[in-house]
């Protein structure tokens, strides 16, 4: 069964203190991986797409990578701004899940000043 | 500006009561999707559509409705049988491109 699960459920940084949250996924053949921000009450706003191994991607304090069985979202030096619930969703290959995203869980990220 | 809009952005319900929430994308986008959650549970699946006149259900379809009349719209009505249907819900659209789905903004549905 194609499975998305993030990690850890919830994390607690000081300004300016780096970290990273984790992706995992089992899907039969991956077609793309994306990376989301959710403020409370609000809609997922799209941050990255990452389609193979190796592959990396950069927005201000947030890169995003890929591994064949995970990815990682790395935060430099965060603020207290980039508090926020990161979803991970994949998509499948062959037509698993009839092509819909595969979201886990998130990661409610909170930056103290 | 194209995006989806999603309306009203609060809802209460009484027991018993059948409710519609609306959901209409501007961006020419064929697949639609619902989505409920709930604290700590993530986003759940309810119903989707590839296609004008056509809608699965998803995880979670029971004591929901939903009809695709039109490209634009997507309404979905959460019915007396949805015994828990407090929660946050969230209408999507994806053209399938490099860029996911896009999310409105949600709508918070309270019984009351």
């Known amino acids: 069964e194609d499975q998305v699960t993030q990690s850890p459920e919830a994390l607690r940084l000081q300004e300016g203190e780096s970290s990273s949250l984790n992706c995992s996924y089992t899907v039969s053949g991956l077609r793309g991986l994306f990376w989301y921000r959710q403020d409370p009450g609000k809609g997922p706003e799209f941050l990255f797409t990452l389609y193979s191994a190796g592959e990396e991607k950069e927005k201000e304090r947030l890169k995003a990578t890929l591994t064949k069985k995970e990815s990682f979202l790395h935060i430099t030096a965060p603020k207290p701004e980039d508090s926020a619930t990161y979803l991970c969703?994949?998509?499948?290959?062959?037509?698993?899940?009839?092509?819909?995203?595969?979201f886990g869980k998130g990661t409610k990220l909170s930056v103290k000043p | 500006d194209g995006g989806i809009t999603q309306s009203p952005k609060y809802l209460f319900r009484k027991e018993g009561q059948n409710v519609t929430l609306s959901c209409e994308q501007n961006l020419n986008h064929d697949a639609m999707y619902w989505y409920r959650q709930d604290p700590g549970q993530g986003l759940r699946l309810i119903y989707y559509s590839q296609i004008v006149n056509d809608f699965q259900k998803g995880d979670i379809a029971e004591g929901y409705s939903v009809s695709r009349e039109k490209k634009e719209s997507f309404p979905l009505t959460v019915t007396s049988a949805q015994k828990n249907p407090t929660a946050f819900y969230l209408c999507?659209?994806?053209?399938?491109?490099?860029?996911?789905?896009?999310f409105g903004s949600g709508t918070r549905l309270t019984v009351v």
């Open positions: 969703a994949v998509q499948a290959l062959g037509g698993g899940s009839q092509g819909n995203l595969i």
């Open positions: 999507a659209s994806w053209d399938r491109g490099p860029y996911g789905y896009t």
